[in-house]
Antibody, heavy 122, light 107 residues
Framework: QVQLQESGPGLVKPSETLSLTCTVSGYSISSGYYWGWIRQPPGKGLEWIGNIYHSGNTYYNPSLKSRVTISVDTSKNQFSLKLSSVTAADTAVYYC???????????????WGQGILVTVSS | DIQMTQSPSTLSASVGDRVTITCRASQSISSWLAWYQQKPGKAPKLLIYKASNLESGVPSRFSGSESGTEFTLTISSLQPDDFATYYCQQYNSFPYTFGQGTKVEVK
């Protein structure tokens, strides 16, 4: 069974860089598909941050593109998110998910991590 | 960016009711639409993919349909476990975009 788990600091200071890692088990990232980050501010809706393909190609939300970097480490079966110059508006639950989209799979985000709350505050 | 307009934002219903949620795309997305269910404190759960395909393990009372750029999620007979917030999302092109969400609450 595919499982994803987010990890990283729950508190980040304004202007600093938010860094999160998603560890995948039950499926090898190098086997294929996209891997994505989605966030949800408290009490609000879902916002797609970006995706990375297993080969390393990245796709970002234009609203965040100047501050976002997503990378993959296939040796550790992990992918990571960095969001720079954070403000209080970046306070949210951050989810990682598998985007099963391509080949014979069209399920989009079929497996999700449990989410991690990141608060931006001094 | 493709805008997804979801309605209603809140829906009050009773157990056994037939519930319909609508999502309209600002341009053609073919059938590249997913529906998710989210309960408080939990990650979204995929219900429907490619507009009308039921994800494995999801009860058959959930169904999806499409007509042009309008997509519908239907719950044929609302069950106690179905009170939650539902989101549509297009994955026709990047950036992926979500609808604003529909909260299904107890009437």
């Amino acid at each position: 069974q595919v499982q994803l788990q987010e990890s990283g600091p729950g508190l980040v200071k304004p202007s600093e860089t938010l860094s999160l890692t998603c560890t995948v088990s039950g499926y090898s990232i190098s086997s294929g598909y996209y891997w994505g980050w989605i966030r949800q501010p408290p009490g609000k809706g879902l916002e797609w941050i970006g995706n990375i393909y297993h080969s390393g190609n990245t796709y970002y939300n234009p609203s965040l593109k100047s501050r976002v970097t997503i990378s993959v480490d296939t040796s550790k079966n992990q992918f990571s998110l960095k969001l720079s110059s954070v403000t209080a508006a970046d306070t949210a639950v951050y989810y990682c998910a598998r985007d099963c989209n391509g080949g014979s799979c069209y399920h989009n985000f079929d497996y999700w991590g449990q989410g991690i709350l990141v608060t931006v505050s001094s | 960016d493709i805008q997804m307009t979801q309605s209603p934002s809140t829906l009050s219903a009773s157990v056994g009711d037939r519930v319909t949620i609508t999502c309209r795309a600002s341009q053609s997305i073919s059938s590249w639409l997913a529906w998710y269910q989210q309960k408080p404190g939990k990650a979204p759960k995929l219900l429907i993919y490619k507009a009308s395909n039921l994800e494995s393990g999801v009860p058959s009372r959930f169904s999806g349909s499409e007509s042009g750029t309008e997509f519908t999620l239907t719950i044929s007979s609302l069950q106690p476990d179905d009170f939650a917030t539902y989101y549509c999302q297009q994955y026709n092109s990047f950036p992926y975009t979500f609808g604003q969400g529909t909260k299904v609450e107890v009437k």
